[in-house]
């Protein structure tokens, strides 16, 4: 009988180790086109916000809904966005605060806002521009270029506070993120937008959770700074959760 060199077979079980490691490191860095694939449905998630207007600390915990209306075949989609009220934290004091005006965005397949409608309201703490501002900031805004873990792209939209001047948006895939056992897309996005005449610019920090399998986000956390309002320029931070269904949540224990 012919015995069969130990380090062949030991170097039949390298080999095929180091093709097992290249196909997995190919794989974690492949590039690819992310796509949010959005469905019609409703969605209900919880906000916190932190800010401090003229030297007084203000905590507001909100619910919103918001309602995808209809996608359609080029990715553009229509949402509907509802505010369900809460309670608002001051001096110690909590305040009910009731649901305000409903808005409703258009996009398209990029995240780029294409259409914004919004009920003025006489108590509003920021006029019609700034609302109109901060809801083309404050979703995520794709490529539709490949991407891998670390890339960046950089994206200019228009400006309804300074027509004159674009905002200016950069945004980073992060990577895949595991949060409460579901793996997410994970990114951080910068903004700057020159908002008054004398050049005076606000800007916005943010960390945002996809879900890939829905294209809604899961989890955002933003710090937004001097923001005109009608107490002056203010500085927040909000922190924004999706509310799982009865369905979703037993599905993850």
Known sequence: ??????????????????????????AEGAKMVLARKMKTGSTTYKATVKANVQGMDIVIE?????????????????ILIEDLGGVMKFNGTETEQKGGAPS??????????????????????????????????????????EVGEGDSWDTLLDNPASKDNKVKVKTTYVG????????????????????????????????????????LMEKVDAKLKDVPSTAGPIDFSMAVQRVKAAADAKATK
């Open 62 to 78: 909100q619910s919103q809904k918001q309602t995808i209306k209809t996608v359609k075949d080029n990715g553009t989609v229509v």
């Open 1 to 26: 009988m012919v015995r069969k060199p130990v380090y062949g077979a030991l170097g039949g079980a390298l080999l095929a180790l180091a093709l097992i490691g290249a196909q997995y490191a190919s």
């Open 104 to 145: 409703t965005e258009t996009r398209d397949k990029l995240g780029k806002l294409i259409d914004f409608q919004h009920e003025s309201e006489p108590m509003a703490i920021f006029t019609p521009e700034i609302q109109k501002l901060l809801a083309a900031m404050s979703d995520l805004l794709l490529t539709d270029k």
């Open 176 to 215: 895949m993120d595991k949060v409460e056992g579901v793996d997410l897309w994970k990114f951080k996005q910068t903004t700057e937008a020159v908002v008054n005449a004398d050049g005076s610019k606000t800007s916005t920090d943010t960390t945002i959770w996809i879900n890939p399998k829905d294209g």
